[in-house]
C-alpha cells in the first residue's frame, strides 16, 4: 500500500495546536512515509522557527518517517518574497512553502505572481492559490513550483478549478493536508478522494498523490 507524503502540516508554533512532536506520532500511526512541518513565517519569526525545529529535530530523530523542516511565508509582500524566501533557505529550511491568494483568506491579489517570479528551486509549492491565472499556472510549470489541491476547509473551494488550470499549463499539483490539529491528518485514501474530487482521473490522481511528491522528496533532501 502507498504511504502519504504530505508536506503542509502546522504545529503550535504558528496557529496549529499540536506539538511537533505529536505531528510525528500521529504520522508514524497513520503509516506515512513523510511529512512537512511548515509553520507560517515572515521575517519576525523566521530564525525561531527554523533554529528550533532543527534543535528538536536532533533531540529526536525518527527512523520510520522523514521529517522535513519547512516554513509557510504567509502575508509577505510580493515585493519582498524573494527575500524572505531566500532567508529561509540560507536559514537551512528544507522546503518553502508560500500561503497563496486563497479566497478565504486573501491578502494581495500579487502574490502568485510573486511566487512563480522568482528563481527556479527557490520556492517550493505555492500553497491554496486562489484562482491563480492560467498565465501564472504556466510560470509554475516552467519554474518547478508545485501547486497545491487543499484537504482544509474553505482553502479547498477553489481545488477543481485549479486542478483544471495546472493540468491545462502543465503545472504538477500536490494534495497537502494544512493540518493544524491531529483530527486534520489525512490518509492517502481521503488524498486520493481529494484528487478525484478536483476532477482528475486516475492516472493523474496517481500523479498527484504519489508521483509528484515522491519526486519533491527527493529534490528538497539533495
Same mark, same amino acid.
Given at each position: 500500500?502507498?504511504?502519504?507524503?504530505?508536506?503542509?502540516?502546522?504545529?503550535?508554533?504558528?496557529?496549529?495546536?499540536?506539538?511537533?512532536?505529536?505531528?510525528?506520532?500521529?504520522?508514524?500511526?497513520?503509516?506515512?512515509?513523510?511529512?512537512?512541518?511548515?509553520?507560517?513565517?515572515?521575517?519576525?519569526?523566521?530564525?525561531?522557527?527554523?533554529?528550533?525545529? =532543527?534543535?528538536?529535530?536532533?533531540?529526536?530523530?525518527?527512523? &520510520? @518517517?522523514?521529517?522535513?523542516? $519547512?516554513?509557510? !511565508? %504567509?502575508?509577505? #509582500?510580493?515585493?519582498?518574497?524573494?527575500?524572505?524566501?531566500?532567508?529561509?533557505?540560507?536559514?537551512?529550511?528544507?522546503?518553502?512553502?508560500?500561503?497563496?491568494?486563497?479566497?478565504?483568506?486573501?491578502?494581495?491579489?500579487?502574490?502568485?505572481?510573486?511566487?512563480?517570479?522568482?528563481?527556479?528551486?527557490?520556492?517550493?509549492?505555492?500553497?491554496?492559490?486562489?484562482?491563480?491565472?492560467?498565465?501564472?499556472? =504556466?510560470?509554475?510549470?516552467?519554474?518547478?513550483?508545485?501547486? &497545491? @489541491?487543499?484537504?482544509?476547509? $474553505?482553502?479547498? !473551494? %477553489?481545488?477543481? #478549478?485549479?486542478?483544471?488550470?495546472?493540468?491545462?499549463?502543465?503545472?504538477?499539483?500536490?494534495?497537502?493536508?494544512?493540518?493544524?490539529?491531529?483530527?486534520?491528518?489525512?490518509?492517502?485514501?481521503?488524498?486520493?478522494?481529494?484528487?478525484?474530487?478536483?476532477?482528475?482521473?486516475?492516472?493523474?490522481?496517481?500523479?498527484?498523490?504519489?508521483?509528484?511528491?515522491?519526486?519533491?522528496?527527493?529534490?528538497?533532501?539533495?
Amino acid at each position: 500500500m502507498s504511504k502519504l507524503i504530505d508536506l503542509h502540516i502546522h504545529t503550535f508554533h504558528s496557529d496549529g495546536v499540536m506539538l511537533p512532536s505529536e505531528v510525528i506520532s500521529k504520522a508514524v500511526q497513520m503509516n506515512y512515509k513523510a511529512i512537512g512541518i511548515t509553520d507560517h513565517a515572515d521575517e519576525s519569526n523566521l530564525e525561531e522557527l527554523i533554529y528550533n525545529f =532543527k534543535t528538536f529535530l536532533k533531540m529526536t530523530p525518527s527512523n &520510520e @518517517l522523514e521529517v522535513l523542516m $519547512g516554513v509557510e !511565508l %504567509t502575508y509577505i #509582500y510580493p515585493e519582498d518574497i524573494e527575500t524572505v524566501a531566500q532567508k529561509a533557505r540560507d536559514l537551512g529550511a528544507q522546503l518553502v512553502l508560500v500561503h497563496g491568494d486563497s479566497i478565504i483568506e486573501p491578502f494581495n491579489e500579487e502574490i502568485n505572481q510573486a511566487v512563480v517570479e522568482a528563481p527556479k528551486g527557490l520556492i517550493d509549492i505555492l500553497v491554496h492559490p486562489g484562482f491563480i491565472t492560467p498565465e501564472q499556472a =504556466k510560470l509554475a510549470a516552467e519554474k518547478d513550483v508545485y501547486l &497545491e @489541491l487543499s484537504a482544509r476547509k $474553505g482553502h479547498c !473551494l %477553489t481545488n477543481g #478549478y485549479i486542478a483544471k488550470t495546472a493540468i491545462k499549463a502543465g503545472a504538477k499539483l500536490l494534495v497537502n493536508s494544512d493540518a493544524h490539529t491531529s483530527n486534520d491528518l489525512i490518509t492517502f485514501e481521503l488524498a486520493q478522494k481529494i484528487a478525484k474530487g478536483a476532477g482528475l482521473n486516475e492516472e493523474q490522481i496517481k500523479l498527484v498523490t504519489e508521483t509528484y511528491p515522491e519526486e519533491l522528496l527527493k529534490r528538497v533532501k539533495h
